[in-house]
């Protein structure tokens, strides 16, 4: 049975179509060098507006970190997940918070690192995963990630551990 040519023709049209439908859905992410699917936020307000939310500071972590927070991303899918960079009130010591109502924090949302090293401990009674990463510049960070109500919490500080699990401890103070 022969195809006619009429529908082969249909069938390249739509795939080219759909092809440069996927590449125009891919620039504003390469422009601003975010994965797909990761929104950038230029304001609480915005961020708020977008995911129907109130974003507020940990109480743990109001006396030392700056809000608003100096970059807002979230995902919607797999999971709607947050991440906020913080800066510190002194120092050049940078903070991220990732929240997610998922089992999980998707990737996409984190700086990729390789992990050379991760260890289970327990932050105030809870479990906890604490890896050690080197990021694509050569710095090395540290994740620290809980299940909390709701989902999965984590930070990623470069600095020392028991100052990450000092943070860790006041963000789980100030859950709200």
Known sequence: MRVPRAVL??????SLAGLALRGVDAVP????????GVIQCASVGEAEAR???KLTLPRGLAEAFVWPPR?????LRPVPALALRLEAREGAVSLTIYRSRGAA???RLRPPGRAFHSLEVRVKGRAALL????LADGRVWQDLEWTEAGGRAGLRFQGPTVELIRLAEAAMEGEP
């Open 71 to 75: 970059e807002i991303r979230y995902a």
């Open 131 to 134: 890896t050690t990463l080197t």
């Open 51 to 53: 995911l129907g939310a």
């Open 105 to 107: 924090i998707p990737e």
């Open 9 to 14: 023709q249909i069938v390249g049209v739509v």
């Open 29 to 36: 992410g390469a422009v601003l060098g975010l994965p797909r």
